[in-house]
Structure formats: structure tokens, C-alpha cells
């Protein structure tokens, strides 16, 4: 327990930091009103590159998903190739470095990615420094019951994310079915981590080669998608929000027609 205390990092709302919230998020009236700058603002969007793919997810889990493991970035050609406008195509997958997953993903009359309300993924947030626990096994309950979680906050879980070695499945502390419901009871306004997917890509391998139910599949990800809380996956950088206290998450997805999901930049603001 001791390691657990030490190695937790809280978003303190001290009275400040209430004030300042209540600011940014509740000025009324006529005129300019000044809002304050952050201290600083961290980008946690990995950067998109052509080799995207394989750099976060490994060669085992690409291969898996149906992925390619090259993003294809093609210059746009003019019908008249002598003029040059400098335009290029990017092909991006829905769940590509940080993305939100789409209710409509797994229910039927979802939101789409476009739908999501920004409102559910801009605010006060609270930063779990998750990197104790043992990388080849579930987060459970107890692994978060100590931690100070509270309704209506963006809860941030950092699971100190890397690449997999060689052709080696993702590797990291996954969430649990139960730990999944425990959070979802807690009225959490949003759920965003480093983790390429809340749940486990060999599990979900495994589960599928059994041909068990979807419901069974995508158990810790439908509790979310069924009470309407978004979840953010696949940031980068969280290890600068980890001495911070006062920490507001900004992440907007690309506004794309998709049930799946869809890019998006993400970014914590500090004060």
C-alpha cells in the first residue's frame, strides 16, 4: 500500500482552484472577460506518422486489428501537374494514437463520433499514477478504491505505456470488467488514459478464437458506452502531468460521420 501512496499523483481542488474553474467555466455577462492563461499546456496526442501503427501497437497487434502497418501520406496531384498546391492525404483508422471510442461502436443507436458532446471532454481533471502496478495483470478494485475519485471529473489513468518489443502483444495493466463497473458507479465525467485500448488485446484474441458474445468481448468498454462516459485512449506525455495539481483536459475528436471513433488532439492545460 505503501508503494501505491507514494507513487499516486492527485489533482488537488483547493478553494484556487475552484475560483479558477469557475471562471473558465461559469462568467457570465457583458464584455471581454479576461480568462487566465495556463502555466503551461501539454500536448498528450502522439505524434502521426506513416509508421503510426506499428509504433504504438507492435507488429502482433497491427496484424491482429487488420491493420495496415504503414499510414499511407499521398501528395495530392493537380490535373495539370505543373501547378503545385501542396496538398496530401492522410489515411488515419479510426482508433489511431489518441482517439475516442464511439458509443455506437457497440450499441445500436450509439453516438457517432461527431455526437459525443465536447462538453464531456473539457475539465477538471485528476491524474492516477498507475505505473506501480504489474504490467501482466488486470486492474482491479483495490487497486483504485484508495484513490481520491470523484463524480463528474475526467479521471486520467497512467499505466506508463510502451511500445511492444519484437512481436510481442501490448503490454500493460488493463482495466477489469469489475474495475470498469466500480469506475462507471463513480460518475466519472470522462475516462482517458495511455493505454492503446482499456481492455486487452490478447484477452480479446482469445476470447474471439472461442467465439464467446460480443457483450463478453468488449465487457469493460460497453459499461462505459452503456452510462454515456467517453473514453479517451492512446495518450502520450502523461509523465509531465505527474507533479502537477491543478490539471484541466482538453481533447476533441475530429468531427467524422463514424460509429467507430475517431482522432483526435488532446492536451492538459495546467495551472
Not at 504503414?70 to 492522410?90: I, W
Not at 474495475?179 to 466519472?188: E, F, Y
Not at 462516459?229 to 502537477?244: D, F, Y
Amino acid at each position: 500500500m505503501g508503494r501505491k501512496d507514494s507513487g499516486s499523483v492527485f489533482v488537488r481542488k483547493d478553494l484556487g482552484f475552484l475560483v479558477l474553474i469557475a471562471t473558465l467555466f461559469g462568467c457570465q455577462g457583458a464584455g471581454t472577460v479576461g480568462l487566465p492563461m495556463p502555466k503551461k499546456i501539454v500536448d498528450l496526442s502522439p505524434t502521426i506518422t506513416e509508421d503510426l501503427p506499428v509504433r504504438q501497437l507492435g507488429h502482433r497487434a497491427v496484424e491482429f486489428l487488420g491493420l495496415k502497418e504503414r499510414l499511407n501520406f499521398t501528395p495530392v496531384v493537380p490535373a495539370k501537374e505543373h501547378f503545385a498546391f501542396g496538398l496530401t492525404y492522410y489515411e488515419l483508422p479510426s482508433h489511431t494514437g489518441a482517439h475516442l471510442d464511439a458509443p455506437g461502436r457497440l450499441l445500436k443507436g450509439g453516438e457517432r463520433a461527431d455526437q459525443v458532446s465536447l462538453n464531456k471532454l473539457y475539465g477538471p481533471a485528476r491524474v492516477v499514477d498507475l505505473r506501480w502496478k504489474d504490467r501482466h495483470s488486470a486492474l482491479q478494485i483495490t487497486d483504485l478504491e484508495n484513490y481520491q475519485i470523484s463524480a463528474d471529473e475526467i479521471l486520467i489513468l497512467f499505466v506508463g505505456y510502451t511500445q511492444p518489443q519484437d512481436e510481442d502483444w501490448p503490454t500493460y495493466s488493463p482495466l477489469s470488467v469489475q474495475a470498469a463497473q466500480w469506475l462507471v458507479s463513480k460518475k466519472i465525467k470522462a475516462l482517458a488514459t495511455d493505454m492503446p485500448s482499456i481492455g486487452s488485446f490478447s484477452r480479446y484474441a482469445d476470447l474471439m478464437e472461442k467465439n464467446r458474445p460480443p457483450e463478453e468481448v468488449w465487457a469493460e468498454r460497453l459499461v462505459f458506452s452503456q452510462a454515456g462516459i467517453p473514453v479517451v485512449e492512446g495518450l502520450a506525455n502523461l509523465g509531465h502531468l505527474v507533479n502537477e495539481q491543478n490539471v484541466v483536459f482538453v481533447g476533441f475528436p475530429l468531427s467524422i460521420a463514424d460509429r467507430s471513433g475517431a482522432p483526435m488532439r488532446a492536451a492538459a492545460l495546467v495551472y
